[in-house]
Every structure is written in structure tokens, then in C-alpha cells.
């Protein structure tokens, strides 16, 4: 299997702009997770899908924020506009959970910068 | 919820040294903790995770070892490597679905 996959690997815009995050999980996984990681914060969940439902978005920092899994196999978060502070690494991690078991594969990551 | 603390923040050893990472929970209910390296520009990638019913656990140069009573445990490299560069990640959670990272553990070994 290729692992999880990140489309764009970086992304450059500037606030205000809207930016799409797109993610691709390993074929037969069951959960997906979108994390941010920053320096000043470390590696942080925004929200997690399983079999293609938001379970918990606590962790989604504003509603310019928004994660959709409309099938499966692919992901999309979305910032909407964006701003400065919205420039970090996004991970896309996915996992086959059954009894509340599984282990966490991480994709590359899209570092944003926004100017 | 769950808090994972991690130390130091950076290590800086010699190539052959042994490197060790400490991190303490803080939910006794936690049961599962993996350990993750991640290297420069990639995301972390799981290398080695114990279980609650386990005191310690090796895989060639990597070991962990797990005091539930105080709540800590350890990532042990033997024999550091140049290639052993990297942040390294602990965790914590009940079973394996949703853990609760510490804030990494930059390890730089000199050749």
C-alpha cells in the first residue's frame, strides 16, 4: 500500500484566501484523523472520522475550520479564511479500529504558511 | 483528559552512545503507549508501543519500559546512530484509538 496520502505537500497563501486540505487514508482503514503540529503547541487532534463520521471535532480551533469525509477513501480539511496563525504542518493519520484498537499511520503532512 | 509531559525536549549524544527519553501520564485508565519518530519533513511513524500488562519490551536497539504505579515510561536507544536523528514522540491513551501525544524529544547524534 502507498501510506497515507497528503495532496498539496505545501501550500503557500495569503490571509483571507480559502485553503483545501486533501487527504487519502490507507485502503481499508476505518478511522481518519486530522492533526496540526506547531512548535509553540506541538502535534494537536482537530477531529477524527469513523467509517466516514465526525466522531469528535472538540478540537477544531474555530469554525473557519471544516472536515469532510464524503466517502472512504478521501478527506478534505478546510480553512476558511485563513490567517497567519493558521500556518503549522496538517497530518492526516489513518487506522483500522476494532474494539476500540488501532494503530495510527501518519501521512507525509501539508505545511501552510499564510502570508 | 489525558497529559502526557516529555523530557528533555532536546538530547545531544555521541554516535555508539545510549540516548533515553522520559515521559509521565497523568490517567491512571491509560493502557496503551506508543512511541513515534518522526524525521524531517516526514509525518511520525510508529516504532515500537507497550501495553499496560507489559513492564518492558525490546526490539533490537529500541526498548520501553512502563511503571504504571508512577505513571512513567521510558524510550531506551542502545548504540545510537547517525540515522537515529530525529523527534521522537511518546503517548498515552486508553486502548490505541485516540492517544494524547507529549510535546517531542529532538534527538541529534553526532557522528
Redesign the interface.
Known sequence: DAG?IQSPRHEVTEMGQEVTLRCKPISGHN?L?WYRQTMMR??E?LI?FNNNVPI?DSGMPEDRFSAKMPNASFSTLKIQPSEPRDSAVY?C?S?Y?V???????????TRLTVT | GENVEQHPSTLSVQEGDSAVIKCTYSDSASNYFPWYKQELGKGPQLIIDIRSNVGEKKDQRIAVTLNKTAKHFSLHITETQPEDSAVYFCAASQGSYIPTFGRGTSLIVHP
Not at chain 1, 474494539?99 to 503532512?109: N, T, V
Open positions: 497515507v478511522s484523523f506541538g502535534l487532534l477524527y469528535d497530518f493519520a487506522s479500529v474494539a476500540g484498537l488501532g494503530e495510527q499511520y501518519f501521512g507525509p503532512g
